[in-house]
């Protein structure tokens, strides 16, 4: 009889000892990622589609991020590295691979930042903010990319509700 109680009192505390916030909700906040909005560069409030789009990596070409392998879009939706203080992308307009030759616009954007951990509960630990954000333009011969002004001063990436940056083309 004690060893029937001892297993009923061992399952009623493993069973309710859990509470609601140990389980991460799919709706919390993570590390966010940054928003860049294309716009005209003449009609600066005025979005513009950038047609073939291609976002690679920068140290590899292989890796494209996902949803940007040629795509005509507005936006892009960059994720930083958290393990150090920049990102780079080679970002194509135009991207055309024609059996192995590849043809195109690349410009290569540099994304400088610094990071802060920031608590957001028991169950989700910790995410990342940047702050300090800014996009350098690498420039040569042919860039198509024109300004990255940041929506705000000293920019920061703490969520992904609204747009850190508009490039201009």
Known sequence: MKKIITLLLLFFCIAFSCERDDICDEDTPTTPRMIVEFRDVT???N???VTK???EDFDDATR???GYDIVT????ILPLRTDANETKYRVYRDYVDTNGTISGNPDVIT??????EVYVSRACG???IFENVEIIIEPDTDNWMDFAPSENDNQSVINEDEIHFTIRH
């Open 43 to 45: 009609l600066t409030d």
């Open 47 to 49: 979005p513009k589609n």
């Open 53 to 55: 789009l291609r976002v």
């Open 64 to 66: 494209v991020l996902e």
């Open 73 to 76: 879009e507005d936006q892009m």
């Open 111 to 116: 994304i400088q930042y610094g990071t802060k």
């Open 126 to 128: 910790y995410k990342i």
